[in-house]
Structures are given as C-alpha cells and as structure tokens.
C-alpha cells in the first residue's frame, strides 16, 4: 500500500508552519503505512543552516561529528543531531566534502541523504511517534516529503524508508512496484553507478538522478522514467528548486494533486489534504496517467 | 429510480453525527439498524466507508468530502456527499442511489449491480469498471479507461471520456455528450434510436440535468470477443 504526502510552499508566511501541515498531512496516511516513515524537509535553517550542508546517516557512530570533522580541510565544527535511528550531520563546507569526510570516517555508516538545502529522517515505527522524535511539528522550511510504509518485499527497518536520496538535495518516493529494475540495476551499474540496497524504488532514483547529472529538467527526466520502466508506480521526485509528481500509464496507485495560490501539495488520499489552510479553494484533481506534473520554485 | 433531489434533502430533520466528535464506526452502526430516517454526517474530512453497507430506506448526507468507499454496497438508502468522493464510490450498489456534488476518484460505481449514482462533477478512471446493472449518470467527464468489461447497465457522461472507453465491453450502454479519446476493444459506436433517446430522458431527468438526448453519441459492444475464434491467436 505505502502513503505518500508532499508540500511545496509558494507562500514565504507558510514556511514557519512547515512542519505542524506536514505532521496534520502524515496523520491522513498513517493508515496506509503503518510500519515506518521517512521525512525530507527543505529549508530547516536550523539542522541545515545557510551557509552550511547537511548529510542524514543511519547506523552512526557516536563520535561521528568530530571524526568526520578532523578529515575536513580547516578542521571545522561538524555539528550531529541524533532524532531516533537517523542522525544529521551540518557543517560550513560543501556537500561533496561532507558526504566524503562521513563516508570516510564511518565507512559502515549508511547515507541517506544530502544537501545545501535538505534533511532526512528515516526510522521504523509508527509515522506518529517518530514525527514526535524529529520534532516535525516545530520544524519551519519550504518544501517537504514522506513516506508512511506497508512493507511488502524487503525488511522493516530505517534502510528500507524512503525517500530515496541519492543526489544532492533530491528526493524521490515510490508507491507502487518496478518490474524491471534489475536489468535498468545493471545497465546502470555498466556506467558505473553504485547502489545502496536491492530496493526497486532505489533504482529509479538512481536512474532519475543519472538524467538530471546529464542536463535533464524534472519533467523530462520522468518522462525518460516512464519510458525505460515498467510496473506500477506513483512517484513524487522533489529536488533543490522542484517538485514533480508522476504515475505510470495503468495508474493504480493512487494520487491526488491540490494547487493553490499560497502551496502546491501531493498525496495518496485526499484526507492528508485535508486540513490545509485554504483546501475548500484549492484545485484538488488526480493526475493523468503518464503525464508529468511539475512545479519550480 | 429518482435521486434524492436538493430541496428533498435539506427539507428533513436529520439525526447528526458529528465525525469531530464521533467515529466512523458508530456512525455505520447506526446506519445498518437506523432508528431514524434521515441523517447528516458533520466533518466527513474524506474518511474511508462512509455509509457503506446501508441496506434500508433511509437519507444521508455528507456534509464535506468522503474518501473510499462511501455508500459502498447500498441497498434503498438515498445519500448524497455535499462535496467530493475518493476511490469506489457506491462500488457494488445494488438498489436506491448516491449523489455525489463534487467529483469522483476511480472506480465510482465499480461493479455496481442497480440503482443510481449521479456524479455532477467529474469521475476519474475507470469509472463504472465491471458494472452489472448500475446506472451512473456524470454531469462533467469520465477519466481514462472507464465502462472497462462493463456487463450492464447505462453511464451517460455529460462531458468528455477518456481514452480506452468501454475496453471489453458486454451488454452496458454507453453514451457520451462530448468527445472520446479512444475505444477500448471491442467498443464501438452504435446509432441513437428512439428507445435510447427515451431512456437518455429518462436518466437524465432522474439526474436533474437538462441536455437534449440528441446531443448524446451512443456506444457499445461489437460482440466480437465473445468467442475465441481463428482470428483470436494472440490470445
């Protein structure tokens, strides 16, 4: 089953709120995820500040920030904020040198997100409960995502929440299932592409994030998608400035879209949708099957 | 065969049920051994099975937007969503009728056996998928993919349809006031007789909805994929 909610700020007045509407959105999917939940904001000045980058790491050593830090050019302080199985680590330096300083200090140490602008959260348990631990509620940004989970092909653990992250500052969250993603797995593994687990979902954010390094724009990287995958699937894809939403051409798993002047917003079931300020005006519609939605801040 | 009709509905004295203050569960309890015969649902807020299995003559409406499955199974019952309705609205109705206001996610009126479901907005896909009996009458368009192996019954779509219309239709009548992207297998376009004017006029009334029958294209079953024959090797 899995939910899916997302939200995207047109309104800077909105960006405090970020969190208590994502929390109120999270209660309308809970339901079709039960098991565990991962969260992806944009624009938490305060786990990510300006200036600074950020990188989201499950099974983190205790000592992580001042390893990590002392392989950084300049030593510089390398702040660690524990929520639950995730840890964030936020440092003044760029998001190449700070991916590369964890992966190097902590090689078992898994990363599950990264960016200028982004926040990862992943844990097993109820949706609800690890909201409270991240705090979400008090959380401001501009720009966010999870994923409520009905594990069905892989363990419930924090490794197997989305979204997946595998660029900086993007995210991508799959309901459904790809058919073909072993022998897309290979090809892209020809070109050298590395993978972190055996998860369907996870190549098809491998595969979108090869299109954006090659020059795509969202819309045509998922078209691209729909073009090469096959099986079932609702995806929301989110990067540095975007946000899309995409079902494949049969479009079983469901999706509804709401637009107002003030928030884009996404998710499973209109319910998530339901208490966003301003919903009675909203243009609230489900995508068309195989059409992009795209939205650029 | 008649939908409830607004002045009917807001005419009443419903008993309320308050969704802030109550649950889902106490509501439909009430709704399968009613002790009144009229009721309004407060802050719907699109749960899930909102009226679902009423098997008595009874009114409801929903005052807000319903998730899945609302008024799923109904017998008799007269409801009408004073907003929207999510994935398989009066799915397997099998007497009286739903209204919905707003529009329908997919699957409205899945395979439905009698009554009637008036949708004055839009349907997503696979609107009236498998239907058996139904009559669903659309006052805006019908998404990809819908009347999909529908066995009887009518749909009327006031708008447009979507691509893949009436994909390995049976015996359902269809028919389609504005355009259609494509027809699915074994769907084809048939003439506009009298008798189907008559029953277009009939439905239409039954919606409260006042286009002309003639504005309407009929479609149907070509009867071609009944039988496997030689020409059906691919299957």
């Known amino acids: 089953m899995c939910g899916i909610i997302g939200l995207h700020l047109r309104d800077p007045e909105l960006q405090p709120m970020l969190g208590r509407l994502l929390d109120d959105m999270l209660c309308g999917v809970s339901e079709r995820g039960p098991d565990s939940v991962g969260i992806a904001v944009y624009g938490d000045g305060e786990r990510n500040p300006e200036g600074h980058s950020a990188v989201s790491v499950l099974r983190a050593p205790g000592d992580l920030a001042a390893s990590a830090g002392a392989l950084l050019p300049g030593t510089p302080t390398v702040t660690a904020r524990v929520a639950g199985d995730t840890t964030v680590l936020s440092a003044p330096v760029g998001v190449e040198a700070l991916t590369a300083a964890v992966a190097a200090a902590a090689p078992e140490a898994l990363v599950v ?42 363990a419930i653990n924090p490794e197997g929440c989305h979204p997946y992250s595998v660029g900086a500052d993007q995210c991508l969250v799959h309901n459904g299932s790809f058919s073909n993603h072993a022998t897309i797995r290979r090809e892209l593994e020809r070109q050298g592409v590395t993978f972190d687990s055996e998860n369907d979902s996870e190549v098809g954010a491998r595969f979108v994030a090869a299109c954006l390094a090659e020059g795509d724009d969202l819309e045509k990287a998922l078209l691209r998608l729909g073009e090469t995958f096959d099986g079932f699937y609702t995806l929301l894809v989110t990067t540095a400035d975007g946000f899309a939403v995409v079902r494949d051409e049969i479009a079983c798993k469901p999706a509804v879209i709401a637009e107002h002047p003030r928030w884009v917003a996404m998710a499973s079931e209109f319910r998530a949708l339901a208490e966003l300020p301003g919903i009675d005006e909203a243009r609230v519609f489900e995508p068309d099957p195989g059409k992009v939605y795209a939205w650029q801040r | 065969m008649a939908a409830l009709s607004r002045a009917e509905a807001d005419a009443r004295s419903p008993v309320v049920f308050d969704l802030h203050e109550t649950t889902v569960r106490a509501l439909n309890a009430e709704l399968h051994a009613p002790t009144a015969t009229s009721y309004e649902v407060l802050h719907p807020q699109g749960a899930h099975s909102l009226g679902a299995g009423i ?88 998404g990809p993919m819908s009347a999909f192996m529908a066995q009887a019954g009518r749909l009327v779509v006031c708008g447009d349809a979507g691509d893949g219309l009436g994909d390995s239709i049976y015996e359902a009548r269809l028919y389609v006031r504005g355009s259609v992207g494509t027809l699915g297998a074994d769907c084809i376009e048939k003439p506009l007789r009298d008798e189907h004017v008559a029953e277009l006029t009939e439905l239409l009334d039954a919606a409260g909805l006042d286009h002309k029958p003639e504005e309407f294209r009929r479609f149907g079953s070509a009867r071609g994929l009944y039988h496997f024959t030689g020409d059906h090797g691919s299957y």
């Not at chain 1, 109820?126 to 501009?142: E, F």
């Not at chain 2, 929903?62 to 994935?87: E, I, K, P, T, W």
């Not at chain 2, 009126?109 to 008036?118: D, F, I, P, Q, S």
């Not at chain 2, 239907?131 to 805006?140: A, E, F, H, P, T």
């Open chain 1, 113 to 154: 997100g990264s960016g200028n602008d982004l926040v990862v959260y992943k844990g097993a348990g109820h949706p609800q409960d690890l909201a409270r631990t991240y705090g979400l509620r008090a959380v401001s940004g501009w720009q966010g995502v999870a994923h409520t989970r009905m594990a069905t092909e892989s």
């Open chain 2, 55 to 142: 098997h008595d003559e009874i009114d409801v409406a929903v005052r807000g937007h319903a998730g899945y499955f609302c008024a799923g199974m109904n017998q008799l019952g007269r409801v009408v969503v004073d907003g929207s309705a999510g994935n398989g609205v009066a799915e397997n109705m099998m007497s009286g009728s739903v209204r919905v206001r707003g529009d329908a996610s997919q699957s409205a009126g899945a395979t439905g056996r009698g009554g009637l479901l008036v949708i004055e907005g839009s349907a997503s896909m696979r609107c009236g998928i498998s239907m058996k009996g139904i009559d669903i009458v659309v006052g805006g368009s019908v």
